[in-house]
């Protein structure tokens, strides 16, 4: 799938006099069913995450609170996203190498994803990532 398809998406907000609310429907506001949910948390600064793509994965991923960026890389091109709000989040497609870092002190990084956690769906290896979209 192409970096293109990889975007920022806005998520209804309700607000009232006691806060702000916000939902998200798989296959409705982000375009697969939600099998999981993880979170990243305590993260110490200066540290990143991610470095890794994956086969059939779909994720979906907020700042919950705080911020970070997120960076994806389809082997030709780049794109960085700072996440900093919890009513926006960023589709990321399959095969797709992303990278998170700048996390903000107390920060909280929250992932929908298609499917179970399956190490055979990871791609941890750059080269093997480059080869595989031909961008060796
Ligand atoms: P990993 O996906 O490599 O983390 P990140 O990309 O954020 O740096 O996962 C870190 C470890 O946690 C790895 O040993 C796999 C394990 N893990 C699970 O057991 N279940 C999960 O749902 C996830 C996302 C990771």
Sequence with gaps: MPLSDCRLIDLPKISDARGNLTFVEGNNHIPFEVKRVYYLYDVPGGADRGEHA??????????MSGSFDLLLDDGFDKKRFQ??????????C?????????????SVCMVLASGPYDETDYIRDRDE????????
């Excluded at 994956?54 to 700042?63: C, E, W």
């Design 129 to 136: 990532f480059l080869k595989a979209v031909g961008a060796a």
């Design 94 to 106: 399959p095969m797709m190498w992303r990278y998170l870092d700048n996390f903000s002190s107390g």
């Design 83 to 92: 996440l900093n709000r919890p009513y926006y989040g960023v589709y990321v």
């Design 54 to 63: 994956h086969k059939d994965l779909h994720q979906f991923v907020i700042s």
